[in-house]
Structures are given as C-alpha cells and as structure tokens.
C-alpha cells in the first residue's frame, strides 16, 4: 500500500516535470549577476540570475523554489528532504551519503530505465553530492546538499522535446552550481 502511494507520488512528480518543465539552456547568460533574493517555506535562500523567475507549484506543491529560464526552456528545483531526528549517523558525510541513495532509490524505483552517468563531490557552502543521471533517456543533474539537518535537491533539467547537447546541459549546470554556491540554509 505504502509502496503503491509512494509510486503514485514519484509518477505524477515525473509527470510534472515532464509537462511543466522548462529546459534548454544553449543560450544560458553565465554573465548574469544574481539579483534576486528568494527565501523557500523551509530554511533555503537563494539568489537568482536576472534571467530566471520563480514559478510558484500550487498545484502538488512538490518544490520549495521552482526556478524557470525566461525562455522557458530550462527548470531548475529545490525540493526539501525531510529526515528524521530519530536516525543516528556517524557524521554528515554519511548523512549525505544515506540521503543521496534514497533518493537515487526512490529514482530507480520510478523508471523502468534509470542510469547514473556521473557523481561528484562538490565544493560550496555545504556538504554536498551532484549526481547527473538518464531517466527514460532524458537526461537529469541533482545536487543532494545540506546541513544538520536539513537536506534539499537541487534538480535541474531540459523540457522534453527540447534535448540539448551535453555542453547545454553544462551550462544548466553550472548555473545550477552557481546558485547553490550563493545559497543559505537557516
């Protein structure tokens, strides 16, 4: 029963991505300097480039910040992940490590074809892991970071029908990371 509701859930979130995504980045702007300051339900602030806007999800309300390209053909989300204080861990590496296979599991568990193509260690304000994988053939990067506490993923992604090269998805990326470098967790 759990399993069946827990795979509801992960359909109609794919399902969202897939038709309210936005993607392609071939004409990101990585010069643009942050300017806009947003603050999620949660404890996450960031800042965003001037040629990004925030959409509010009212629908599932899956997302703590939806973050849209205005050409609207590239998304990038944070999604809060909640843990419980129950659990015990060694230190916030395995925190981190622990939290980022639930998450590739609860992936897997969605997709009849699921690859993970990269994993990396990242270098910012947090402990953090960007892991860039195939969902159906279409291509994903999600940044698991956090502290104490509180985790989030960062999911960034190309509308459907819009399958950029892999130097566009690098550049959804690096935007991507240059968000998070910015970012501040309460």
């Known amino acids: ?12 979130f794919f399902f969202f991505l897939f038709i309210l995504g936005c993607s392609s980045t071939s004409n990101l702007d990585k010069t643009n300097r942050l300017y806009k300051q947003i ?8 800042k965003i480039p001037n040629n990004w806007i925030e959409i509010k999800d009212n ?16 998304s990038i989300v944070f999604i809060p992940i909640y843990i419980s ?9 395995d925190k ?3 939290i980022k296979e639930i998450v590739l599991a609860k992936k897997k568990a969605t997709s009849t074809n699921f690859a993970i193509l990269e994993k990396t260690n990242l270098n910012n304000n947090f402990i ?5 994988y195939l969902i159906e053939g279409k291509e994903y990067n999600s940044i698991i970071f956090g502290k104490n506490n509180v985790f989030y993923e960062s ?11 892999s130097l566009s998805l690098n550049d959804l990326i690096e ?12």
Do not use: C
């Open 1 to 12: 029963m759990i399993k069946k509701l827990f795979l509801s859930v992960f359909f109609y």
């Open 39 to 46: 603050t999620a339900s949660g404890n996450l602030q960031i």
């Open 59 to 74: 629908h599932n309300q899956l997302f703590d910040i939806w973050l849209v390209n205005k050409k609207n053909d590239a």
């Open 85 to 93: 204080e129950e659990i015990v861990f060694n230190n916030e590496l």
């Open 96 to 98: 981190l490590d622990t």
């Open 128 to 132: 953090s892991q960007s892991i860039r």
């Open 155 to 165: 999911q960034a992604y190309i509308k459907s029908g819009n399958q950029p090269s």
């Open 175 to 186: 935007v991507q990371e240059h968000i998070l470098k910015n970012a501040k967790i309460k």
